[in-house]
């Protein structure tokens, strides 16, 4: 529900302003990315701890954290603020697209369902809707960065090898973000981006559906109490 929340707030300021004119859909898109910024400053440091906690299963080199608070404490000994937010812009330009275009495709589905239903205000649209284009806007926005994430996580995998001297245990040596992308094209296929989709897609649509409809229900009680 949260990450629904600020992307909302900022796309109606950044529409109540007419930052871009009449082209809303470009309100919706930055609200989503700008606020993916923001968010992942928080975000990072616990998603650096889960992957490491994750990979350190494959890794026999690794350095064994008790658990989620071990980690941090560990990280923050031995590698400082950047290790914690080691791999930011690698996650950002990740989870950016993903909720940039995620808020871009429901504010649209939203309006299609307005016109489906003949209904003029957003408060009018029944529930199952809000429900209905949150779902399809989840898919697809999480079809679309299938490939980033996977660059992402195989980074954060190298990173955590290489910190730990098991570099020899990870079929792959990336130097950044899109080298990452172009060699798993190059060297494993375009249709390669979108291996373990329908697992991303499974996991986002109930997530992003039950958020956005719960922040829309909530909403609809905000506007009827004022």
């Known amino acids: 529900l949260a990450e ?10 950044l529409k ?22 923001v968010s992942c400053i928080l ?16 890794l026999r080199s690794a350095v064994p954290y008790k658990d989620s608070i071990d980690a941090f404490r560990v990280i923050m000994r ?20 993903n909720t940039a275009l995620y808020f871009l495709f429901y504010e649209q589905l939203k309006a299609r369902s307005l016109q489906y239903n ?17 779902a399809g806007a989840g898919a697809g926005a999480a079809l679309l960065t299938n490939g ?17 001297g098991a570099t020899s ?9 899109l080298p990452a992308l172009k060699s798993i094209v190059q060297n494993e296929g375009f249709t390669a981006l979108f ?16 958020s956005i409809t719960l922040f829309e229900h909530f909403k609809k009680i905000y506007e009827k109490i004022l």
């Open 195 to 210: 291996r373990g989709a329908g697992a991303r897609i499974a996991f986002f649509i109930p997530t992003q559906a039950v």
């Open 43 to 58: 975000f990072v440091p616990i998603d650096v701890i889960k992957e490491r906690l994750q990979v350190q299963s494959t």
């Open 118 to 134: 003949g209904l003029d205000s957003d408060s009018d649209l029944p529930t199952i809707w809000n429900f209905i284009s949150g």
């Open 4 to 13: 629904s929340v600020q992307p909302t707030c900022l796309e109606y300021r």
């Open 169 to 177: 245990q990870v079929p792959f040596h990336y130097s950044g973000f």
């Open 78 to 97: 031995t590698e400082g603020l950047r290790g914690i937010y080691k791999g930011y812009a690698a996650t950002l330009a990740s989870f950016g697209p």
């Open 148 to 164: 980033l994430d996977m660059a992402k996580l195989r980074l954060q995998v190298q990173r955590q090898a290489a910190a730990h």
């Open 16 to 37: 109540e302003k007419r930052v871009f004119g009449s082209q809303a859909f470009l309100a919706d898109f930055s609200a989503g990315f700008i606020a993916e910024t």
